[in-house]
């Protein structure tokens, strides 16, 4: 059987391949940080969820050591047959903590927090109203459910409004969007996302993946950006970005959801727990951060001098509110010889286009981390400008 398969596999691959869509993978050779080997040479990564430069943070490497001297390497189970440790709950409460919330839930990672989050709460009787650009876990958990969908193009406020008048005829309804959207860094306009869902009786889900360390005054994500403490009913977020990039998830919220979670998401109940090793660690970065909140304004002072830099080289920059910061090119080619360009200029920064983003926004994305130094900053806009001079047809 193989055989006629293996064809089959071979002419879409190479389909894939001609259309520039294949993925390859760079490999790195050190720790993930500012300054990555790559092959066999240096580069300043620009394209790390490192937010806040956690993920080799010398304070979360030696908790992860400790909590694996004293509580192991595995735990060889799922949470509710022999897979709880103290450790597990002290990260829930961490998570609670930080988010203000009533009670959380662990995840092997947030693409399972949304994958088994919707299922376990509505049924064909309700509604799910879901932002067009949401991540793709959320759009996976959304079709592993019966719930009735309405999707509104992104941040669309009055296309938001009508959806929820027609879902009216469900018994609950949710809307479900993520804080920050990773491709242009825009930020979900939760406060009015909350007053309409006041208005039309709806319970609010986020996923703060993307804002959760980043925005908000002391970056607590978007209840403390637009002051919506108790108006949200579901977080889901993840402990692989901003905070030190490791690996699991987490929902967090109202008691009675996040107990019903507890029994009923698939994810949750069929999978293991997550290692003391990434748990430790995991929860000396909430320390940190409750320390001081050094770490994260320093982000937000390397994204606004990245950007105020950039804007006056002339570079058309998506209006960001994150520590995503869309360099805008518009044509797909000239998006991808721009990112080998930099990266010949030893900087890392990725190049998107369709059907990533839509056709005609091709882009550089550049992710800005706490762990950049303002020399970091420099050596990246220097560069910027350098390729936009040699590269025939820049936007710029
Ligand atoms: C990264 C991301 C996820 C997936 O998180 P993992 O913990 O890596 O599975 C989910 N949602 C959003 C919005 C993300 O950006």
């Known amino acids: 059987m193989y055989g006629e398969f293996k064809n089959y596999l071979s002419n879409e691959l190479s389909i894939i391949e001609e259309s520039g869509l294949y993925k390859k993978e760079r490999i790195i050779c050190s720790p993930q940080s500012a300054e ?31 909590a694996m001297d004293i509580r192991g390497f595995g735990m060889s ?45 509505f049924s064909e009787e309700d509604a799910i109203i879901s932002d067009s650009l949401n991540h793709a876990s959320i759009i996976d958990g959304v079709r592993l459910c019966r719930a009735k969908r309405y999707r509104y193009a992104n941040a669309d406020m009055n296309e938001l409004e009508n959806c929820l008048k027609e879902a009216q005829a469900q018994r609950f309804r949710i809307i479900v969007t993520d804080g920050v959207f990773s491709m242009d860094g825009n930020v979900a306009p939760m406060d009015k996302i909350c007053e309409l869902a006041k208005k039309y009786n709806s319970l609010v889900m986020v996923d703060e993946c993307h804002s959760a360390g980043v925005i908000g005054k002391t970056g607590r994500g978007v209840s403390e950006l637009f002051d919506v403490y108790g108006q949200i009913d579901i977080y889901t977020g993840t402990f692989g970005k901003a905070f030190g990039g490791g690996i699991g998830g987490f929902t967090t919220g109202r008691r009675e959801i996040i107990d019903m979670l507890r029994q009923r998401s698939r994810p949750y109940l069929f999978s293991n727990s997550i290692p003391p090793a990434v748990v430790g660690a995991s929860l000396e970065a909430f320390r940190v951060l409750d320390e001081s909140d050094e770490l994260h304004s320093r982000l937000v002072n390397n994204v606004e001098y990245f950007r105020n830099r950039m804007i006056n080289a002339g570079f058309d920059i998506k209006p960001t509110q994150s520590a995503i910061c869309a360099v805008m090119l518009y044509d797909a080619k000239l998006s991808q010889d721009f990112a080998a360009t930099m990266l010949d200029e030893g900087i890392y920064v990725t190049g998107f286009y369709f059907p990533v983003v839509p056709k005609g926004q091709a882009r550089i994305r550049v992710q800005l981390s706490a762990a950049h130094t303002r020399e970091h900053l420099d050596k990246c806009i220097d560069a910027f400008i350098k390729t936009a001079k040699n590269t025939v047809g820049t936007a710029k």
């Open 36 to 66: 990555i080997q790559a092959g066999n040479r240096s580069v300043l990564n620009f394209c790390a969820n490192n937010y806040l430069g956690l993920s080799n943070s010398p304070r979360l490497v030696e908790a992860a050591k400790k």
């Open 77 to 121: 189970s799922v949470r509710f047959i022999c897979g709880t440790q103290d450790i597990h709950k002290e990260l829930e409460s961490a998570v609670s903590k930080y988010f203000k919330t009533e009670d959380t839930i662990l995840y092997a990672a947030c693409f399972d927090a949304n994958g088994g989050v919707f299922e376990p709460l």
